[in-house]
């Protein structure tokens, strides 16, 4: 069965310090992965998947197949990012199926 | 383009009693979601459907949840009855027509449910 472990549920840091929030994930095929983020009071919104090979509002993710890791990373934190952070996973054989992880709340610390 | 609605976005009730949420997913898309996050736990599925058929219910406790999308556009989930284990926010989502791989999904605002 497919599993997203996050294994963090706070992480706080210094604005201005690096970001990594961590995910590993459970799936012997191919996966697509994603990062959802929820700002307050806002609604739970995409910020990023693997098929895009994309960098939103300075965050990246690298998927490590061999690790089976999908970690999220921001070399400067900003306030704006204090939020509440998914990591999810979709299948090629259910492509419309979205797993989610219980999710990190990232603090930056002024 | 208006987002997911959703309503009520507050509702606080008995155990054993029973209550409705109703969904309005985004114009054109025939995916629909209704996920439940408890407190400190990520969004899990309850139910999806493509227009009106039901695709996934596997994680729907039958015995008290249902939930239907009739004309294929606005959904209502519906518990009964209620139990104090259901408290928690009960999402909506929808996403693209299908042809399109890996769905982005369009969540709506939520509706936060306790159970006393």
């Known amino acids: 069965a497919q599993r997203v472990t996050q294994p963090e549920k706070l992480l706080s840091v210094f604005k201005g310090a690096p970001v990594e929030l961590k995910c590993n994930y459970s799936?012997?095929?191919?996966?697509?992965l994603f990062w959802y983020v929820q700002y307050s009071r806002q609604r739970l919104q995409l910020l990023l998947r693997?098929?895009s090979r994309e960098s939103i509002k300075g965050f990246t993710a690298d998927l490590n197949k061999g690790e089976t890791s999908f970690h999220l990373k921001k070399p400067f934190a900003q306030e704006e990012d204090s939020a509440m952070y998914y990591c999810?996973?979709?299948?090629?054989?259910?492509?419309?199926?979205?797993?989610f992880g219980s999710g990190t709340r990232l603090s930056i610390r002024p | 383009e208006a987002g997911v609605a959703q309503s009520p976005r507050y509702k606080i009730i008995e155990k054993r009693q029973s209550v409705a949420f109703w969904c309005n997913p985004i114009s054109g898309h025939a995916t629909l979601y209704w996920y439940q996050q408890i407190l400190g736990q990520g969004p899990k599925l309850l139910i999806q459907?493509?227009?009106?058929?039901?695709?996934?219910d596997s994680q729907l406790p039958k015995d008290r949840f249902s939930a239907e999308r009739l004309k294929g556009v606005d959904s209502t989930l519906k518990i009964q009855p209620a139990k104090l284990e259901d408290s928690a926010v009960y999402l909506c989502?929808?996403?693209?027509?299908?042809?399109?791989?890996?769905?982005?999904?369009?969540f709506g605002p939520g509706t936060r449910l306790t159970v006393t």
């Open positions: 459907f493509q227009n009106n058929g039901v695709v996934d």
């Open positions: 999810a996973l979709s299948t090629y054989s259910s492509a419309s199926k979205i797993i």
């Open positions: 989502a929808s996403s693209s027509p299908p042809g399109l791989a890996f769905y982005e999904q369009y």
């Open positions: 799936y012997s095929g191919s996966p697509e």
């Open positions: 693997h098929i």
